[in-house]
C-alpha cells in the first residue's frame, strides 16, 4: 500500500527508544521488546505485521502435512501479497525462546516473497546465511540444532505474545539493535510524528547542554 510505503520513508532515521516513548505518550501498556539479537544487527526493522504461532509439538495431533512451515508461510503472507516489502513476520515460541523456529532454508520464502523481514521471541539457525538474505532478521538468538521435536508451526495471522508483548496481525514493529516496539495500527501516523517531535526536542537540548558547559567552562577560566 502506498500509505505503508510513506510510512517507512517516515520511520527512516528514527531510534527504537523514540518510537517507545512516542507511543507512552498514547497508551500506557507495555509494548517494547528487548534482548534481541540479529546477524547483522544494523539493518533496522519495520513494517506491519503478520503472525505465526507455534505449539509444542504432538504428530499425534498435528501433523507435518498440514502443520509444516511452508504451509503457515503462505497462509500468514496471503493478506500482505499487494505489499510484501512492507510486511514483517512475527513468530511466537509460546514459551521455547532457547529453540530454533526456523533457519536458512526455510526462511529463504522471505526472499521469494519480497518481506521486510522475520522478527521472533525464540531463536533462528545459518546466521551467515541470514547475513547474505536482503531482509532484516530479529530473534532471541542463533541455535545450531533444529526445534522440529519441540515446537511446530500451529496458526497464522493469530494474536499472539512476543517477550510479554501482545501483538495483533495488522499492527506495525519497529526494530533495532536497542530492541523492538509494536504499534497499533490506529496509531502509527501520530506515533512517528511524534517520535521524530522527540528527536528533535533532545537535539535541542544537547545544543543546550552543551551552550551550558561551554559557558560553565568560560566562567571557570574567568
Known amino acids: 500500500m502506498e500509505a505503508d510505503a510513506h510510512r517507512a520513508l517516515a520511520a527512516e532515521g528514527l531510534a527504537c527508544a523514540e518510537v517507545t516513548d512516542a507511543l507512552g505518550r498514547a497508551h500506557r501498556h507495555r509494548a517494547h521488546v528487548t534482548g534481541l539479537v540479529s546477524p547483522v544487527p544494523t539493518r533496522r526493522l519495520f513494517g506491519r505485521v503478520v503472525t505465526i504461532s507455534f505449539f509444542p509439538t504432538c504428530a499425534e495431533r498435528l501433523g507435518p502435512e498440514e502443520f509444516n512451515f511452508g504451509r503457515l508461510f503462505h497462509q500468514a503472507v496471503q493478506g500482505a501479497a499487494s505489499d510484501p516489502e512492507h510486511t514483517v513476520l512475527v513468530m511466537a515460541s509460546n514459551g521455547y525462546p532457547d529453540v530454533s523456529l526456523a ?20 531463536r533462528l539457525r545459518d546466521f551467515d546465511e541470514l547475513a547474505e538474505e536482503p531482509y532484516a532478521a530479529w530473534c532471541s538468538g542463533e541455535a545450531v540444532a533444529w526445534g522440529g521435536g519441540a515446537v511446530t508451526p500451529f496458526q497464522a495471522n493469530v494474536p499472539v505474545v512476543i517477550g510479554g508483548v501482545g501483538v495483533h496481525p495488522g499492527q506495525y514493529v519497529f526494530c533495532d539493535s536497542s530492541g523492538a516496539v509494536f504499534i497499533p495500527e490506529a496509531d502509527i501516523d501520530e506515533v512517528l510524528e511524534t517520535a521524530h517531535q522527540i528527536r528533535r526536542d533532545d537535539a535541542f537540548h544537547r545544543t543546550a547542554i552543551a551552550r551550558e558547559s561551554a559557558d560553565d567552562a568560560h566562567g571557570t577560566e574567568r
Open 103 to 122: 533457519g536458512g532454508t526455510k526462511l529463504s520464502r522471505l526472499t521469494n516473497a519480497g518481506l521486510a523481514g522475520v522478527l521472533t521471541d525464540g
